[in-house]
């Protein structure tokens, strides 16, 4: 398994794997309607484009030249990095793909210099007890409005570099 610097021809595969998890993780969270509208909100073309080709980094996970999944994470003060987005398909879970991508955006984060991880994460997901487990914690909650009458519930979580190695 490796990690490799997304580009934009990538943006297809991140789109198919976004549609392939999305609705398993959140249809006992989400509307269908709010879904759609979250998908398109944040995975369409441009968005992605932005993204990769702006502050944001992000890698795409894959093994023998499939894509396994992706993340993605953003250096958002010298102290500070945000995780925005770790998924992988379906079928790779409890595989361990989730631990090798956070000590993977752990390391990115030390190259950094940075101290703290931290990532907004829904919370009625069951990723806030992997994250819990991966040794962040909760540090606040956010309803953050995302438009349309949308809202993204969310624990904020923050992982110590320094605190915890």
Same mark, same amino acid.
């Given at each position: ?17 976004? +549609? +392939? ?49 992706? $993340? ?7 102290? $500070? ?69 949308? $809202? ?9 570099? $320094?605190?915890?190695?």
């Amino acid at each position: 398994m490796q990690f490799r610097k997304a580009t934009i021809l990538d943006i297809p595969s991140i789109q198919a794997i976004a +549609e +392939e998890t999305w609705r398993p993780t959140y249809n006992h969270i989400l509307t269908e309607e709010q879904t759609l509208y979250m998908l398109d909100l944040m995975y369409n073309s441009a968005t992605l484009q932005a993204q990769i080709e702006g502050k944001v980094s992000f890698y795409i996970v894959e093994e023998a030249g499939l894509a396994l999944g992706y $993340v993605a994470f953003e250096s958002i003060s010298p102290e $500070v990095v945000k995780l925005h987005k770790i998924y992988f398909r379906p079928n790779q879970k409890n595989k361990g793909m989730g631990r090798l991508a956070i000590e993977f955006v752990k390391r990115q984060t030390q190259e950094l210099g940075a101290r703290f991880i931290k990532l907004n994460v829904n919370k009625f997901n069951s990723a806030v007890d992997f994250y819990i487990k991966m040794g962040f914690t909760k540090q606040r909650e956010m309803v953050l409005d995302i438009g349309q009458g949308y $809202v993204m519930d969310d624990y904020v979580m923050q992982y110590d570099l $320094v605190l915890i190695q």
